[in-house]
């Protein structure tokens, strides 16, 4: 029997269908992931916060006239994060990356991010962090990401450290790896652009040999918003207004000495804050650390300053750090300074870098030890102190020594992508605190006690 002429039409159509749709199923689909749950007890927590933005838990720790006995708080809280990356070859993917927060018994039947832990659930909660293109530019060779994307400052998170609008190319030329950027914090105008914070980026990076590089970063942040706009609530968290200006000039460095690293890194700024009232920014951050293989296992040792202001002039020495889009997490502190397994509750006696325009000189000291192949332990202390006091500080009477925190984790490999930490947290508190709780008296030291089980895949 011959093959009719109608038959052969249909299985030419049938194969340059399948044809057409090869590239589609040649799709590489990349599925990533965790989940976090964290058990607290703490009297810590429990406390009200300063610069909280909209009367959430976030923010700096405030015992001033409260009972001197912080009642215990006691709670659940989890994390899931969802990364799906569609891939269509090694030079191009889209990336895309969502997070569910809730803490146990919030609420149900809500729409708002950090909810959804109540019975019944049924809250609409999901928050984007990351969609981007990534792709190799067949004209220049640079790598190019352009979305909303992760981006961290070359400063170990003292300036910013989040998720933000923008793109930015990076390139290798042999030894230097460089990278510029543009990035939209805020567009806050009935006009887009018009009232918009903006921030420039340039990064290098040179290895002078295998063992010792040296970098350099310039940020540029432009706020055009104005001081009454909804939402506006810090220009970049301690000044507001519009046409702020403030340029970030930076090196770090890296050293391998042999048994020990070394690194750290000096950051200058300056420009201009023109509202509520017109002064000139002159700050400075910087830092030092060093980790090294001590016995079985290794030390770490971290020292970090940053600039603060007196007042009353027009100038301010004041670190502007943005909002509270970072966090030195070097030290290791869970209370001190922010924890980096904070969720739906993240507040610190140190939270932001800037440290309420008071900056921070603090010193850090940790050692990680492997137990077996699935035990291991780390041992952490730090202390902090206000660099300069001001009409922010709480008691201008009092020490400018904030406290010293000691802490210790022991986790435990479950499975090789699951583990569970048992940690513990004490603060001995400084000088700065005394007498500010209710009727005079110094506010109970700080403790917190967590557990925490850890999925990856």
Known sequence: MGISKKTLMITASAALTVATAVPALALENEFHGMFRLKGVVNNFNATPVINSPDGEPYGFYNPIGIDKKAPTATYFEQR??????????????????????????????????????????????????????????????????VGMQPYDDAFKGVLFGADMAGLLASRSFGSLDASAGFFRFDDKGTVPGKKARDMVAATAKYAVTKDIKVGGAYYFIDDDRSETDTFVR?????????????????????????PVTVDGFFLYQFGNLRAPASRHVSAFAGNVGARGKIGPGTARA???????????DNNTNAFQSVQDEHGFYNGNMQLLFRDAYAMTIDNAI??????RDQGVMAGFLGYDLPITSKLSSSFNAGFASVAKENAKTLDQSNSKYLGTEVNASVDYKLFDNMTASLRGAYVILGGYFDGVAAGGKDPDDPYMGSVILNYAF
Not at 302 to 312: A, I, N, P, Q, W
Not at 350 to 355: F, G, L, R
């Open 234 to 258: 810090d220009y970049i968290l301690q000044e507001q207004g519009d046409t702020n200006t403030v340029h970030n000039i930076g090196v770090n460095a890296e050293a391998n000495l042999g």
């Open 302 to 312: 971290e020292f970090l300053y940053v600039s603060g202001d007196k007042g009353g």
């Open 350 to 355: 140190v939270y932001t870098s800037n440290n």
């Open 80 to 145: 899931a994060r969802l990364m799906y990356i569609a891939k269509a070859n090694d030079d191009l993917k889209l990336v895309t990356h969502f997070e569910i927060d809730s803490r146990w018994g919030d609420a149900a039947y809500t729409t708002r991010r950090n909810l959804g832990g109540a019975i019944g659930a049924d809250t609409v909660n999901i928050e984007t962090k990351s969609v981007y293109l990534d792709f190799n530019c067949p004209l220049t060779g640079a790598n190019v990401k």
